[in-house]
């Protein structure tokens, strides 16, 4: 029996959460959630040894054991919320189009020219614009040498 790709990582996230993630290859989510876990169970087994300490100085002191196993549950309900979200993570992420999680920078298209004239237009209007730059170069020219002759003076 041959799995898909979708139920290989929801068995793996079986696991412990952040495992198919990581077989998706989105590393730090699967870090992310693989340290929160691991995070989450050392605080439950702490306060499982906490407990169990406690109640043995109990006993052996003569007092009633207590059951408070709150330290207990709260780490672990979290565990369960995480795995909760880590399901949905996958679910999402396995629902996207490939490639559609990644940032990529836009592409700028090149700006291609309208032709609103026709080319002999260009023509004649390039001409245009040449002959007004040498009659300015002519005006400008001769302003210099009005310039130089009425501070010789």
């Not at 996958?90 to 020219?113: M, N």
């Not at 001409?127 to 009425?150: F, P």
Request: net charge positive; proline share 4%.
């Amino acid at each position: 029996m041959k799995l898909g790709k979708k139920t290989k990582y929801a068995v793996l996230n079986l696991i412990a959460p952040g495992i198919g993630q990581i077989a998706m290859k989105k590393y730090f989510r699967g870090a992310f959630q693989m340290l929160f876990t691991v995070g989450c169970f050392i605080w439950m087994l702490h306060s499982f040894v906490l407990i169990v300490v406690g109640n043995l100085h109990n006993a052996m002191d003569g007092k009633p054991i207590i059951y408070n196993l709150s330290g207990i549950f709260i780490p672990m309900g979290l565990i369960f919320v995480l795995w909760f979200f880590s399901y949905l993570d996958l679910f999402f992420l396995c629902s996207l189009p490939k490639g559609a999680d990644t940032v990529k920078p836009e592409r700028k298209e090149e700006i291609k020219p309208v032709r609103s004239v026709s080319d002999k237009q260009e023509a004649a209007i390039r001409a245009e614009v040449a002959r007004q730059l040498e009659e300015m170069k002519k005006d400008s020219g001769t302003d210099k040498e009005d310039d130089d002759n009425s501070t010789d003076s």
